[in-house]
């Protein structure tokens, strides 16, 4: 069964358990989260229209790219089996899509819904690499929802966002690199975090 849920949110087949809360049905996903499915050339697909390259390379790729990375070094080839860096994947693109806003509104009003729907979006990307059907799928958004409202009550998440500002400011200033390096260091603060949060709640 599908590591992504395996240590937060004990789930089966047909159930994700969180915290007490529970789903038994599928929730069909909205069409913006739909239209952000990308390939896995770490390219804006033809299901992404309302979310331009430009907006995709600055806001999604390069968290794309370091929560792999980071599931990688833990153990999980696929990201999509590692759940913390999975919830970094969302909190990171949410993070860099707020900074896009802020900095550029009338851009950001343009694609509004794709902005809104890219956090979960990006982890889509990630489980449509899975062999889960959408059911599977459907249940595994839910958690990773859930699972977001709770560590942001909790205060574990947040902390990242200065680091993702920084990053926004490189990506936007020519130096992926070093944009790299500081969202590799939030989402690696995430991540560390939320291991600290499940040993102790």
């Known amino acids: ?3 992504c849920v395996r240590s937060m949110l004990p789930r089966s087949r047909h159930t ?3 915290n007490g809360l529970s789903r038994d049905r599928a929730v069909k996903l909205p ?3 739909r239209q952000l499915i990308a390939t896995v050339d770490d390219q804006p697909s033809e ?3 309302s979310l331009p390259p430009a907006e995709y390379h600055l806001i ?3 968290v794309l790219q370091v929560t792999a990375d980071i599931a990688a070094a833990r153990g999980d080839p696929d990201l999509f089996n ?3 860096s999975m919830l970094a994947l969302m909190a990171l693109v949410r993070a860099l ?4 806003r802020r900095d550029a509104p009338e851009k950001a009003e343009a694609v509004r819904d794709a902005l809104k729907a890219a956090p979960m979006g990006a982890c889509l990307m990630a489980l449509h690499r899975s062999e889960l059907d959408e059911s599977q799928i459907n249940d595994c958004t839910w958690a990773l929802e859930k699972a977001t409202t709770q560590l942001v009550e909790a205060g574990v998440l947040g902390r990242e966002r200065p680091l993702a500002e920084e990053a926004y400011r490189l990506l936007t200033g020519n130096d992926r690199a070093g944009a790299i390096e500081r969202l ?3 989402a690696t603060g995430i991540v560390m975090e939320i291991d600290r949060w499940e040993r102790t709640r």
């Open 31 to 33: 069409p913006p989260i």
């Open 184 to 186: 590799k260091g939030a």
């Open 47 to 49: 299901l992404t229209p």
């Open 97 to 100: 899509a707020d900074c896009y």
């Open 16 to 18: 994700v358990a969180v």
């Open 60 to 62: 999604v790729a390069p």
């Open 82 to 84: 590692d759940m913390p």
């Open 1 to 3: 069964m599908m590591g």
